[in-house]
């Protein structure tokens, strides 16, 4: 029995893709409905490029990021609202503040955790009283502005060197970075200017920090993809398999933080302005935008 594709599929599709109605509702079509394989079908008939970020966002609300006086802690929430007007109020700005203190001072994260409904974290006591749980103060949020309020994901670093960030000035995206092999001052301003370039994605958004570190099964994905487009240009298989290693290579070179052009001096990479601080050694990031992951 086939998927009934409906007119909100093909509009969430053409969303996040760029593509026309007409190919946006076969590519559904030939994939029973899901969305992600349509993309790669659209991929691979050179119809798309590449999905298109920053149009996935799905929900409103706070991220907000907090780095401890000496640079060695730092954390990131992202609190979610149904609506803007929610996110905006301020009693919304000052409880997303408060859960961003209390992952803060949570010493048993140290990394990323999605959070959603049912995570450990949300069982800890509030450290602003000692008589609430976290999730109970979630749920009060909700139940208090009338819209489903959720704490989507935090990170929290600790750092021998520094964990800088960046929050763009709509608070949709924000960013921290951990400089490792340099400390003080120079670190510090080495890290922010590091995230602000996460923080920006271009040429597109790092998915890792080197090379090695780029999940293999991301690099799969777009191989088979280049493959069925060098394919499609009907050239020899001995053509196709150097085209298709020349693509992976630039891939790589896009979406690997220390190989991309830094945002603000494109003549330089990111790899070279972490060497101008002495010892210098990007260990980790990580990006939210908000809606996504």
Known sequence: MSTVITAKDVAALRARTGAGIGDCKKALEETNGDIEQAIDALRKKGIMKAEKRADRAASEGQIITWVSPDATIACMIELNSETDFVARNEEFVALATMVAHHIAEDTSLDGVANVGTDHELLNKHWHHDKALTLAEVIKAAAAKT?????????????????????????????????????????????????????????????????????SPELVAREKEIFVAQAKESGKPDAIVEKMVGGRIEKFYSEITLLQQPWVRDDSKTVGALVTETAGADVKRFVRFQMGEG
């Open 146 to 214: 009338g819209e489903n309020v959720s704490l989507r994901r935090v990170a929290r670093y600790t750092s021998d060197g520094a964990v800088g960030f960046y929050r763009h000035h709509n608070g949709k995206v924000a960013v921290l970075v951990e400089v490792t092999g340099a400390t003080g001052a120079a670190a510090t301003a080495l890290a922010n200017t590091v995230a602000e370039h996460i923080a920006s994605g271009v040429p597109a958004v790092a998915v890792a920090v080197r090379k090695e570190d780029v």
